[in-house]
C-alpha cells in the first residue's frame, strides 16, 4: 500500500516549494515538485526603460540580489549588442565569484549541513577526539580542543535554555542520522566558524558594489565605479589590497574547512552516493567573460546528455544559438493559459488555477527544456562541464575530493558517483574552491589593467529604434539564470526570466518527463514517513529557492512544515 | 548609543515594501547622525548578520498581519520580537527569525530590539503602495523618531 507523504514548504528561505511523494514498502516511488506562489514580477518592467530593468530585477529576491541584477544588464547589452569596458567585466567577476562563494557556504552550512548533522549529538563528543580528527583531515587553525569545547558549550547552554532557535526544525536523533558525536562537534564548529566567514565574501561584494544586500554599482554598459587611486571615496588600490586579504581568508576556509567538510560527510554517508540522481542532463553557461564582446571566458559551459560527460558539447559564448534557440517552456502541468511550448521572447504569463491534479496542472513553476528535453542546472552540472570541458582547476580540486571521499569511505568512490545527492554538496564544495581561484585571478587581472593605466568602467549605450531582443546569460549559484528581453522603441516590450530553481524544480514537461527534483526523489529510502528526511536531504541538495522561480504572493501564510501521511 | 533601523520588504509587491518605504521617508524627512544606520535590508536574512552585530538596540519596520485594519501601526518589544517571527505574522518570517536566532547564537543580538509593524492591504504586483498604506508612512517614520528620542538620540528636521 501506498503512503502519501506531502512537505510544504520544503525550504526555510524563499518562496514556498510543496513535494508530494507516494511511498510504497519503504521507498519514494512517485513525485511532484510544486510551486504554491503565482508572481508576475515580470509584468512591473513592461513599458520601462531597459537601463533601470536590472535595480528591479534585483528586488525578486533576497538572495539572488546581485545574479538578478548581473543577468538583467547583461540581456540589455546582449540586444544592443555592446561591448563592456575590461575593467567593468572583471569587477562584475569578482561580485559574481564572492556571491557565489558566500552563498555555497552558506547553503552547505546553515541551509542543509543539519540535514546530516545531528546538533543533539554533538554534546556527547569528547572534544579531545574530535580536535585529533579535525587534525587528521586539515591544518585549519581553529580545530583545537579549546574551539571545540567552547562550542560544545555554547550548544549544551542553548539547549538547556531551551531556546534551540534556529536548531528548533531539525529531524534530531533520526535513524538517517549516522555520523559520531566527534563529527557532529566538528561540524557544529564549522557552523558557527562559517557564519564569520560568510561575512568576507559580503564585504567584498559591498566593496565593490558600493552597498548590501542590493548592490548600486552596475550599469548597462558597465559599472558605475570610478577607479581613481588619489581618492578614497572610489576603487583605490587600498581598497583593493583590503579584498585580496578578504580573498585569502575565503580560501584558507575552503580549503581547510569547506571542501574537507563535504569529503567527510559524503564518506561517512557514501551510501547517498546512491540515491538522488534524477535527471542526468546537464545543463550550464560559460561564465567569467574576460574580453569586451563576451567571447572569451574564464569558466567554459555547455550541455552534456543522459549523463555522459564524453557528449558534452560548449556553448561557445553569450551569442551563440546552441543556447539561445534551445530553451523553451512548456505549461502542460502549470497553472498558466495556452498550449503549446514557447521560446521565452514570446512567453506568456496568464493564469489558470485549478486545483492540485496529479495528472494535471498541480504547479506555478513552468517547466523549461532544453532541446526538448528537462535539465538539471546549479554547481554538480557546472562542474561536470567543466570536467568535460578539461578545465585544470576543477580536474584538480574534483580529483582532491574524489581521493578524500575515497580514503575516508575506505573504497574507491569515482566522478560518476557525483550524479547523486551528495554529489551535489561535493561539486559546490568544489566549485567553492574553483571559484576562489577565479576571483584571485580576476582581482590580479584588474590590479594589471588599472596598472596599464586604463580606468575605463562605462559605454553609453545607444538604443536603436524599432524592436530588438536579447538574452543576458549567467551562471549563478544555483545554476543557469537567463534574463529574455524584448525591446520596442526604448522600452521594455517583454521580459522572462528563466531561473536556476524553474529548471530543478519543474513540473512534467509537455511529454509528461519529470523535472529534476521530481526525478531525482525516485528510489530514495524513506524510514519513518511521517519524518522525511531523506526527502529533505535530495531536495536541499540542489539548494532550492523559489522566490524567483514563480511568476503574487501566497494569499495566506502557512505553518513551517507540515507532513501529511494518507 | 548604536542603532539600526531595518526595513524589510519586497518593492515589488506594493505594501510588501512598506518597511523599506519608511526608511526611505525618514531619510528624506530627518538629518541622521553617525550613531544610527537606515538600512533598506529588502527580503535578505541571513546577510544582514553583519549589520546587526555590536548595535545597542534593532528597530525593525515591516508589515505584520495582526489582523487589525489595514494601516494599523503596531509596536513590539524585547522578547516578542523573535517569538513574533516565529509565527504567521510577517511574509518574511523565516528570513528575519533565523537572522534573529542566529545573532542570539552568536550572543550578537542587540540587547533592545524594537518591531514596528504596518497591516497591509494589498500584496499585488505593483511598484506602488495602496493609498491607506501611503498615507501612514510618514506617521509611521514619526513613531521611529520618536523611539530613537526615547533611546537618547534627538533627529533634526532636513
Known amino acids: 500500500m501506498a503512503t502519501r507523504i506531502t512537505i510544504d514548504p520544503v525550504t526555510r528561505i524563499e518562496g514556498h516549494l510543496r513535494v508530494d511523494c507516494e511511498v510504497t514498502n519503504g521507498r519514494v516511488n512517485n513525485a511532484w515538485a510544486s510551486g504554491q506562489m503565482w508572481r508576475g514580477l515580470e509584468l512591473i518592467l513592461k513599458g520601462r526603460d531597459p537601463r533601470e530593468a536590472w535595480i528591479y530585477a534585483q528586488r525578486i529576491c533576497g538572495v539572488c540580489t546581485t545574479v538578478h541584477a548581473i543577468a538583467s544588464v547583461r540581456s540589455v547589452e546582449n540586444a544592443l549588442k555592446m561591448e563592456i569596458p575590461l575593467n567593468a567585466q572583471y569587477i562584475r567577476n569578482m561580485l559574481i565569484a564572492a556571491h557565489a562563494i558566500q552563498d555555497h557556504i552558506v547553503h552547505f552550512y546553515h541551509l542543509s549541513a543539519l540535514d546530516w548533522v545531528d546538533v543533539t549529538s554533538a554534546l556527547q563528543a569528547d572534544p579531545r577526539k574530535a580536535a585529533s580528527l579535525a587534525q587528521s583531515l586539515s591544518s585549519w587553525h581553529l580545530n583545537s580542543v579549546q574551539e571545540l569545547t567552547q562550542t560544545q558549550e555554547r550548544l549544551k547552554s542553548f539547549v538547556d535554555g531551551g531556546q534551540l532557535g534556529i536548531f528548533a526544525n531539525g529531524y534530531w536523533g533520526h535513524p538517517a542520522m549516522k555520523l559520531s558525536p566527534e563529527v557532529n562537534l566538528l561540524a557544529c564548529t564549522h557552523y558557527l566558524q562559517a557564519l ?371 | 548609543m548604536n542603532v539600526l533601523v531595518l526595513g524589510i520588504g519586497n518593492l515589488l509587491l506594493q505594501d510588501e515594501g512598506a518597511g523599506v518605504r519608511v526608511v526611505e521617508e525618514l531619510e528624506k524627512r530627518y538629518e541622521i547622525p553617525e550613531c544610527v544606520e537606515l538600512l533598506d535590508g529588502g527580503t535578505s536574512g541571513i546577510e544582514l548578520l553583519q549589520y546587526i552585530r555590536g548595535r545597542d538596540a534593532l528597530i525593525l519596520v515591516d508589515v505584520v498581519r495582526s489582523g487589525e485594519a489595514c494601516g494599523t501601526i503596531t509596536r513590539y518589544d524585547g522578547d516578542d520580537v523573535p517569538a513574533l517571527f516565529q509565527s504567521k505574522i510577517s ?13 542570539r547564537l552568536l550572543d550578537s543580538l542587540p540587547k533592545q530590539i524594537i518591531l514596528f509593524g504596518i497591516e497591509p492591504k494589498s500584496m499585488d504586483t505593483g511598484l506602488e503602495l495602496s493609498p491607506e498604506i501611503a498615507a501612514q508612512i510618514p506617521g509611521l517614520a514619526e513613531c521611529i523618531a520618536q523611539e530613537l528620542q526615547n533611546l537618547g538620540i534627538a533627529l533634526e528636521l532636513r
Request: glycine share 8%; charged share 20%; aromatic share 8%.
Open chain 2, 91 to 103: 511574509p518574511h518570517q523565516l528570513g528575519i527569525s533565523d537572522l534573529l536566532a542566529t545573532a
Open chain 1, 196 to 566: 564569520e566567514v560568510q561575512r568576507r565574501a559580503n564585504m567584498i561584494i559591498s566593496i565593490l558594489g558600493s552597498k548590501t544586500p542590493h548592490i548600486q554599482n552596475l550599469a548597462v554598459g558597465g559599472v558605475a565605479n570610478p577607479i581613481n587611486n588619489d581618492s578614497p571615496s572610489t576603487l583605490s588600490m587600498e581598497r583593493l589590497y583590503y579584498v585580496k586579504t578578504l580573498i585569502d581568508e575565503l580560501g584558507d576556509f575552503i580549503n581547510n574547512v569547506y571542501l574537507p567538510d563535504v569529503c567527510a560527510i559524503g564518506g561517512f554517508y557514501s551510501d547517498w552516493t546512491g540515491y538522488g540522481a534524477g535527471v542526468m542532463n546537464y545543463l550550464s553557461v560559460p561564465e567569467f567573460p574576460l574580453d569586451t564582446k563576451g567571447t572569451a571566458f574564464e569558466l567554459p559551459g555547455g550541455y552534456i546528455p543522459n549523463g555522459d560527460i564524453s557528449q558534452f558539447r560548449a556553448i561557445k559564448d553569450f551569442q551563440d544559438e546552441y543556447f539561445s534557440k534551445a530553451v523553451s517552456e512548456s505549461v502542460k502541468h502549470s497553472w498558466y493559459k495556452g498550449e503549446a511550448d514557447l521560446h521565452p521572447w514570446k512567453g506568456e504569463t496568464e493564469p489558470n488555477y485549478t486545483d492540485f491534479q496529479d495528472n494535471g496542472k498541480y504547479s506555478w513553476v513552468k517547466a523549461p527544456t532544453f532541446n526538448g528535453a528537462p535539465a538539471q542546472v546549479g554547481p554538480l552540472a557546472n562542474v561536470l562541464c567543466l570536467y568535460a570541458a578539461g578545465h585544470l582547476p576543477t580536474r584538480k580540486y574534483a580529483d582532491k575530493a574524489l581521493s578524500m571521499v575515497s580514503s575516508i569511505a575506505g573504497k574507491p568512490v569515482r566522478i560518476a558517483a557525483l550524479h547523486s545527492t551528495i554529489g551535489r554538496h561535493a561539486a559546490r564544495a568544489i566549485r567553492a574552491a574553483v571559484l576562489c581561484e577565479t576571483l584571485n585571478k580576476q582581482w590580479q587581472l584588474l590590479i594589471d589593467n588599472i596598472g596599464k593605466g586604463d580606468i575605463t568602467t562605462f559605454n553609453k549605450p545607444e538604443f536603436p529604434n524599432g524592436e530588438v531582443s536579447g538574452v543576458g546569460i549567467h551562471e549563478a549559484p544555483r545554476g543557469v539564470l537567463s534574463h529574455w528581453i524584448v525591446i520596442a522603441d526604448k522600452k521594455i516590450k517583454n521580459y522572462q526570466c528563466v531561473v536556476p530553481s524553474t529548471w530543478n524544480s519543474s513540473p512534467r514537461n509537455s511529454n509528461d518527463k519529470p523535472g529534476p527534483y521530481e526525478a531525482s526523489l525516485i528510489g530514495t529510502p524513506i524510514a519513518v514517513a511521517d519524518r522525511p528526511l531523506e526527502v529533505l536531504r535530495t531536495v536541499h541538495s540542489f539548494d532550492p529557492c523559489l522566490a524567483c522561480a514563480i511568476h503574487l504572493v501566497d494569499k495566506e501564510s502557512r505553518g513551517i512544515v507540515t507532513v501529511k501521511t494518507s
